[in-house]
């Protein structure tokens, strides 16, 4: 099997895993490249974007660590979130391992105020 096929499974096992608990609440979900971040926030009822961040949005000089980064672009997006009075959702890591740039995603947006 190629690793095409493999991430596409992951993917996909994940996501159903989510539908299943998510309860009608927005998926958070990451996606990692080799040298930035972003996060989005998903209305899966309605397939819309409700609020979104990135480590290069305008506006933003974060600078530092990736990990660093990757923070405080979850606390960038908790913020936009509770704004619209959204605190419940369930974290998408979106084929990726839970580990590093991903999990200080999820800190970052628990330290924000969301509950996963």
């Given at each position: 099997?190629?690793?095409?096929v493999?991430?596409?499974?992951?993917?996909?096992?994940?996501?159903?895993?989510?539908?299943?608990?998510?309860?009608?609440?927005?998926?958070?979900?990451?996606?990692?490249?080799?040298?930035?971040?972003?996060?989005?926030?998903?209305?899966?009822?309605?397939?819309?974007?409700?609020?979104?961040?990135?480590?290069?949005?305008?506006?933003?000089?974060?600078?530092?660590?990736?990990?660093?980064?990757?923070?405080?672009?979850?606390?960038?997006?908790?913020?936009?979130?509770?704004?619209?009075?959204?605190?419940?959702?369930?974290?998408?890591?979106?084929g990726?391992?839970?580990?590093?740039?991903?999990?200080?995603?999820?800190?970052?947006?628990?330290e924000?105020?969301?509950?996963?």
């Amino acid at each position: 099997m190629s690793l095409k096929v493999t991430n596409a499974r992951r993917k996909q096992r994940v996501r159903l895993a989510l539908r299943r608990s998510g309860g009608g609440r927005p998926r958070l979900s990451v996606f990692r490249s080799a040298k930035h971040i972003y996060i989005q926030a998903v209305d899966d009822t309605t397939n819309t974007v409700i609020a979104a961040a990135s480590d290069i949005e305008d506006g933003t000089t974060l600078t530092g660590k990736k990990k660093d980064k990757a923070k405080a672009v979850g606390q960038a997006l908790a913020k936009k979130l509770l704004a619209k009075n959204i605190s419940l959702c369930v974290f998408d890591r979106n084929g990726f391992i839970y580990h590093g740039r991903v999990s200080a995603v999820a800190d970052g947006a628990r330290e924000g105020g969301l509950k996963f």
